[in-house]
Each structure stands twice: as C-alpha cells, then as structure tokens.
C-alpha cells in the first residue's frame, strides 16, 4: 500500500519489509520477525505516541499520493469529529458510551440455498435496510462515503444490513439473480433475525425491493423510506438512446471490472457520486472491484434493468417518505414522482445534492438522516 511493487510478490514483499523494520523494532525490541514462510508481528511493549485531543485528530499523518490509506485516514477523522464535544471544544474519549456501535455479522440460507450474510448494530427498536449496489458489510462499517450514516442509524436503533447474493460476504458464485430473488433474500434475512415489524429503508434498486416487500407484507413493514428510487429499470422505460449507453455500459463493466487499470471504474464512480473528492472516488472505485466479480455484475445490471414494480405501488398501505437528490446522475427526478404519485400514503422530500450515494460530510446527508429518524419515529 505505501510503497512502489514489484511484478515479483516476494520482492516486493521483501522490500516492505526492509521499510518495516526500523518504524516497529527498537534497540532492545524486535518485534518484527520473518522467515522465507511467515511472518509474525509482536506488539507488546508498544508505546503509542498521542497528541492533544483538542486539535485535529490523528493530525500529520496524510500521505495524499497513497489513496486507500488516506481514505481509511478519512473515514477515522470523521468518526472521530461524530463524537466530538461541541460544549467543551474537545474529543470524547474512545472508552466512553459514545464510541461506535459494533456490529454482529451473522450468516443464513436463502430459500435457493445461497449463503447470505447480514450484520446487526446498536440496539432498540429495529430498521431495516434493503440490499443495493454494491455493499459489503465489513468494507461498509469503515467507509469514508457512509459510514456516517450507518452510525447515525445504529445510535438508537438497531440497524439490520446485508450483502445481497453474488456481493459481499454473501456468495458469490451463483446461477443466477432476478428480482424475485433479491426480495426472496430479504425475506430470508429477516426471518433468520427474527424481526416481526419494522420500518423499511430502500437505496437505489434496494427501493423496488423494499415496495415488493412491503406489498407482501403489510403485517411487518411499519414505515417505508426510499431514497434514489425508481419503480421500472432502464430495459423498461428508457429511451433507445440510454438503453444503447447502459448496454454499452454493461458490455465494458463485464470485460474491464477486475482489470488493473481503475479508468473505467473510476467513470462509474463519477456519476454514483459526483460531488466525491478524489481520495472518495479512488476509495470507492477499489471498494466495487473488491465486492462482487466481474460476471456478477453483468447479472446485476441486467437484472436491475428489468425490474418493474409499478402495479405494486398501489398496494403499499405503509406510510412512504419518498426522498430524491436533485442532480441524481443514475436516476432522475421523474423516477421519484412517479412513486409518490403511485403510492397511495406517500410524501416526498427533495435533497440538494448531485450524489445518488450521499456523501456523510455532505448537509444533504444530515438531512436524510433527520428526516428518516423523525419519520420512523
């Protein structure tokens, strides 16, 4: 991660190494200790050296030209000033009640037998919050883009996520993805909790999911909040024109996913969130090769484009806060009309953003997460 590689494993590994050894081994301490097998790290006796907690935290330590690592550096500020003491001017120390919440990953079986993997975090009443593109519940409790969000949710609730099939910690090698499955995953998830009613949180094509399950299910879904949404994929109602760029599209992400150069993931990236630092889009554009295969995310995107939930609508009875950002790159405006317009208890809130992911340091993030806390109650 910090320094230039070699085509030759070992080398390279060789050579971090030697750039290793003289930051964690003293005069009278190796704690460092490698043979040509194994590695081993021995990091008792490690004085950690701290500032004062009154200026930015973990202040000096930027490496700008080493993406992943300033954006896990991000992430840790952030969480750092989420638990900061506006009265007093200072950080609240890691060890107390404001720390962050952890999450329990557990795993269970899909109706088809897929292994599926969902995370718990905090503790009260429950919302539950749909798959989407893309997720992976452990690369997802740290991220510099939402983490935020995932904490603020945990702070009096708990929080049910998990990886849908084929991303994630779920299984990745499957025969196939239909919408009908996606919603069966949920409902599998749901029952391995032991969940009876709760509100409902859809993101992006995780919306669709969300109406289908509240339609089935009237009994468990308390309250229904969406945000990015739409009711029928871009096979449905697109014109030619977008059809012929999101196949296009499809045909490069299939051939270009997992190769080296991140060009094209990076352009992707853009338009998932535009309003991304650098360091964001570089963190994000790694995060989506590092969740799902390249033959996956042909199945995604083309089962997304054939999802239409437009006769389900009606059939909703749980009150639906319906929100959208403005300069949505991915899905439009009219997409988030037309499902208030269909839902018979809906409200809807526009976002001043052009992100269709929200950024947490972005005001448009806050105020989803308000709107959803007051909705839910």
Same mark, same amino acid.
Request: charged share 25%; glycine share 6%.
């Given at each position: 991660?910090?320094?230039?590689?070699?085509?030759?494993?070992?080398?390279?590994?060789?050579?971090?190494?030697?750039?290793?050894?003289?930051?964690?081994?003293?005069?009278?301490?190796?704690?460092?200790?490698?043979?040509?097998?194994?590695?081993?790290?021995?990091?008792?006796?490690?004085?950690?050296?701290?500032?004062?907690?009154?200026?930015?935290?973990?202040?000096?330590?930027?490496?700008?030209?080493?993406?992943?690592?300033?954006?896990?550096?991000?992430?840790?500020?952030?969480?750092?000033?989420?638990?900061?003491?506006?009265?007093?001017?200072?950080?609240?120390?890691?060890?107390?009640?404001?720390?962050?919440?952890?999450?329990?990953?557990?795993?269970?079986?899909?109706?088809?037998?897929?292994?599926?993997?969902?995370?718990?975090?905090?503790?009260?009443?429950?919302?539950?919050?749909?798959?989407?593109?893309?997720?992976?519940?452990?690369?997802?409790?740290?991220?510099?883009?939402?983490?935020?969000?995932?904490?603020?949710?945990?702070?009096?609730?708990?929080?049910?996520?998990?990886?849908?099939?084929?991303?994630?910690?779920?299984?990745?090698?499957?025969?196939?993805?239909?919408? &009908? #499955?996606? =919603?069966?995953?949920?409902?599998?998830?749901?029952?391995? *909790?032991? !969940?009876?009613?709760?509100?409902?949180?859809? @993101?992006?094509?995780?919306?669709?999911?969300?109406?289908?399950?509240?339609?089935?299910?009237?009994?468990?879904?308390?309250?229904?909040?969406?945000?990015?949404?739409?009711?029928?994929?871009?096979?449905?109602?697109?014109?030619?024109?977008?059809?012929?760029?999101?196949?296009?599209?499809?045909?490069?992400?299939?051939?270009?996913?997992?190769?080296?150069?991140?060009?094209?993931?990076?352009?992707?990236?853009?338009?998932?969130?535009?309003?991304?630092?650098?360091?964001?889009?570089?963190?994000?554009?790694?995060?989506?090769?590092?969740?799902?295969?390249?033959?996956?995310?042909?199945?995604?995107?083309?089962?997304?484009?054939?999802?239409?939930?437009?006769?389900?609508?009606?059939?909703?009875?749980?009150?639906?806060?319906?929100?959208?950002?403005?300069? &949505? #790159?991915? =899905?439009?405006?009219?997409?988030?009309?037309?499902?208030? *317009?269909? !839902?018979?208890?809906?409200?809807?809130?526009? @976002?001043?953003?052009?992100?269709?992911?929200?950024?947490?340091?972005?005001?448009?993030?806050?105020?989803?997460?308000?709107?959803?806390?007051?909705?839910?109650?």
């Amino acid at each position: 991660m910090f320094w230039e590689r070699t085509d030759d494993p070992r080398a390279a590994l060789r050579w971090s190494l030697t750039k290793l050894r003289p930051l964690v081994n003293t005069p009278n301490r190796d704690r460092l200790h490698a043979d040509r097998e194994r590695i081993h790290f021995q990091n008792d006796a490690l004085e950690l050296q701290t500032g004062d907690l009154s200026d930015e935290p973990l202040a000096g330590l930027d490496l700008p030209d080493c993406a992943e690592y300033q954006a896990w550096l991000v992430a840790e500020r952030e969480s750092l000033f989420a638990r900061t003491d506006k009265s007093e001017n200072k950080f609240i120390r890691l060890d107390t009640p404001a720390m962050k919440a952890n999450q329990n990953i557990k795993f269970c079986r899909s109706a088809d037998d897929v292994l599926l993997a969902y995370a718990m975090s905090g503790t009260g009443p429950p919302i539950v919050k749909a798959a989407n593109w893309l997720t992976h519940l452990e690369f997802d409790w740290t991220s510099p883009i939402d983490s935020g969000q995932i904490q603020r949710l945990s702070e009096h609730n708990t929080l049910l996520r998990y990886d849908g099939r084929g991303n994630g910690l779920s299984d990745w090698d499957i025969e196939s993805l239909s919408f &009908d #499955q996606m =919603v069966s995953d949920l409902e599998s998830v749901v029952e391995s *909790a032991g !969940l009876t009613r709760f509100p409902l949180l859809g @993101l992006s094509q995780g919306a669709a999911v969300a109406i289908e399950y509240a339609a089935r299910h009237p009994e468990k879904v308390s309250h229904l909040v969406l945000h990015g949404g739409f009711a029928s994929g871009w096979k449905i109602n697109a014109s030619d024109a977008v059809r012929t760029e999101r196949e296009a599209i499809q045909a490069l992400l299939t051939s270009q996913w997992g190769a080296d150069n991140p060009s094209f993931r990076h352009l992707i990236s853009t338009h998932f969130i535009p309003g991304a630092t650098e360091i964001e889009i570089a963190w994000f554009s790694d995060f989506q090769r590092k969740t799902t295969s390249a033959e996956n995310v042909s199945k995604f995107m083309e089962a997304f484009g054939w999802i239409d939930v437009r006769d389900r609508l009606s059939q909703v009875s749980a009150p639906t806060l319906v929100m959208h950002s403005r300069g &949505d #790159q991915i =899905v439009d405006l009219d997409s988030a009309r037309e499902l208030v *317009a269909s !839902l018979s208890n809906a409200t809807f809130r526009s @976002l001043e953003s052009d992100n269709h992911s929200l950024i947490d340091r972005e005001a448009a993030s806050e105020e989803f997460l308000r709107a959803t806390l007051d909705f839910i109650g």
